[in-house]
């Protein structure tokens, strides 16, 4: 391109060739506007457009407008995608035909139609170019594939705007398209790692779902001991440690419940059987069972019910003979928690079993086992 170049031109600063107006009366001719120059200027126009794929078109004078836009780069805001032109549009109104095309849409299937005011204008635009439209408080992106118009979005095979699932969209599983969000995830797996409700006080205790702020739909992780049995010894003869409780994990619906813990099993020093452990539960969703009171040889513990995750409670012992000062049995360890009572101690933390032990010489101690335990997890 040049700037003007015919006769009687002027310079209108830094050496720069600009047009002159005539006056005649004072004998000062105007620039001559020559073929050349205004060639070069239809042909500088017509390149911008006819380079974005838009066929020069007559009736349409907003091409140069959509070119310089960049409206064939992604960047065309129309007013929808529909087969029928709309009633009353306003001066300006874009829209892609929808194949097929009704009225004066007809025969321009996939074209852009805008209207110029009085008339439809349509274009053709190439492969690739995308448009962009409000639907339901959506941004859709569509693109042309040569065949026709395709709504833009990410999927396993292609790239694309991404669209957040809501938590319920991830909780009902249906959409493969939908990304998924830190809370959905949280949602769908059964934990937001908002806290944990811990109940240790043996006894039924009422588990209200909306004071954690959980719904019917929410996951919640629960983890149950059973109570640990107690220990059992008699003077100047034998006995034997109480075993653990059991232990249940299980992922599940939160709902309103009652959770009972379990109480310990008491120590015997009378020569019969230590108490017994009591059961831990979740309503009637799963249970930890407790552990056995202390008897002759090896005692066995509790044991998870109903839960992903079922473990036995570990076995109490029999009193052995260690030395002519003391004979002595430890209690059986709780899963996970797992520490157990020994030399008459008593059990050491939640759901494990009581110790026990006597002395040949006169005396005999038989300690109770530990108290149920239950963590719900949301």
Known sequence: MDRVNGADWFDIGGGKRGFRGQNAGLGIPGTEVTETWLNAIQEELAKVIESEGIALNVADNTQLWQALRGVNRGDI???GYQSAPPGAPAAGARYIVQPAGTGAWAGHNNELATWSGTAWVFSALRV???????????LLTYYNTGAGWTLWAASDTQAGPVELATVAETKARASATLAVT??????ILGVGWRGAAVFSTPGPTAFAMASYGLTASDKVLGMLWGAGGGGASAAGSGGAGGSAGGFSLNIFNAQDATITIGAAGAGNTAGSNGGAGGTTSFGSVFSATGGNGGSTGLVSGGNGVGGLINLLGGSGEDILNIDSIMHWASGGAAPLLGMPGFLGVGAFGYANGGAAYYKPSGGNVASPGGNGLAIIVY
Do not use: I, K, M, R
């Not at 690739?128 to 408080?137: E, F, H, I, R, S």
């Not at 830190?182 to 949602?187: D, E, Q, V």
């Open 182 to 187: 830190p809370a959905g995830l949280g949602a």
């Open 128 to 138: 690739g170019t995308l448009v962009n439209y409000y639907a339901g408080g959506l």
């Open 77 to 79: 805001p129309v007013d």
